[in-house]
C-alpha cells in the first residue's frame, strides 16, 4: 500500500467505496463489517445520514487497496440490501508502524508503534490482545490497557 516517504511519512492511495442503507437491520450491519474486514479490508466504518423522504440511514465505507476495488465492491452488492456503490480515490499519509513485543504481567501484548523520522510519536497495545486478556483473566478492559501500558513504559526505560 506504501508507495513512497514524504518527509519521514508514509505515501499511499486507497479506494473508499460506499453504500448509503436505509433497510437492513444493525445484526446484519454489523455481519456485512464483519465479512469485510475478514476479507481484508484496510478499513470499514458507519456513518449516520439521512435519506430522501427523511428516513434515517447509514452509509457503509469500504478501504480498500486499488487493485481489490471490484473484489469489495462485489461483497458489498453480495452482502447487503444496495443496488450500487460510489468509489474515489483517496490519498493517505502515514506514520512508519511497526509491532513491539512486550512481557506484561498478562503474559505478551504486541504493541503498535508510529514512528516518524525513527522517534516514537505513538504506541497503542493491540485490541485483539487487550480483549482476549480480558476475557481471559475476567477484568475490564481499560484496567489490562492500562497495566499493560504501564509495564511497556517500564520495560521502554
Known sequence: MAEGESGGLI??????ISANIDDM????LGAAMELLLAAGALDVWFEHIQMK?????????????????????ELMLRHTTT????????????????????????GEVRFKRGMLGGETLKETPEYEDIRRIAHD?????ARVRAEAAVDAEIQAL
Open 11 to 16: 505515501r499511499g492511495r486507497a479506494i473508499e
Open 53 to 73: 423522504k427523511n428516513r434515517p440511514a447509514v452509509k457503509l465505507c469500504v478501504l480498500a487497496a486499488p487493485e481489490e476495488t471490484e473484489r469489495f465492491a
Open 83 to 106: 443496488l450500487g456503490v460510489r468509489m474515489r480515490e483517496v490519498e493517505r499519509l502515514m506514520l512508519a508502524r511497526e509491532i513491539r513485543k512486550v512481557g506484561t504481567r498478562y
Open 137 to 141: 483473566t475476567g477484568l475490564p478492559m
Open 25 to 28: 437491520t444493525g445484526e446484519d
